[in-house]
């Protein structure tokens, strides 16, 4: 954040004009944010890499629909827990569809928000 102030030579005239960069300030809260929600799952992600972060790090170059993340893992079937760890990334709001209207399409893919970038970011500096 700069800061300057301005000053004229007339008694009672100056005013600030505050210059922000809003990209740097989004991201910073955006890492706060994350830090405060996500605590307990950052905790246990620097602690041993689990199915959560495994399926952050698969979507993080391309959208995959739920049966290619699920061959990329070795599975043979959608598993129930991979079915839990997806809705949990999407309730985390750090992985969203591609088709948001019709989450039930057959062509529906999932997808790394910003969010979900900022949270790999975050394991990576641990």
């Known amino acids: 954040m700069m800061d300057y102030c301005i000053n004229f030579k007339e008694p009672s005239i100056s005013f600030r004009v505050l210059f922000i960069n809003n990209k740097f300030r989004q991201q ?7 830090q405060q929600e996500l605590q307990q799952e950052l ?6 890499e689990s199915l959560y972060t495994k399926v952050l ?5 391309k959208p995959l629909s739920r049966k290619e993340i699920s061959t990329k893992l070795g599975q043979k079937a959608i598993s129930g827990q991979l079915n839990g760890v997806l809705a949990k990334l ?4 750090l992985i969203e569809w591609t088709i948001k209207d019709k989450p039930t399409s057959s062509k ?5 928000t910003q969010k979900g970038i900022e949270f790999i970011k975050l394991l990576k500096n641990k």
Do not use: F, M
């Open 108 to 112: 529906q893919k999932h997808q790394i």
């Open 43 to 48: 905790q246990q992600e620097l602690q041993q």
């Open 57 to 61: 790090w698969l979507i993080i170059d």
């Open 90 to 93: 999407l309730l985390d709001k």
């Open 28 to 34: 910073q809260e955006l890492q706060q944010e994350l």
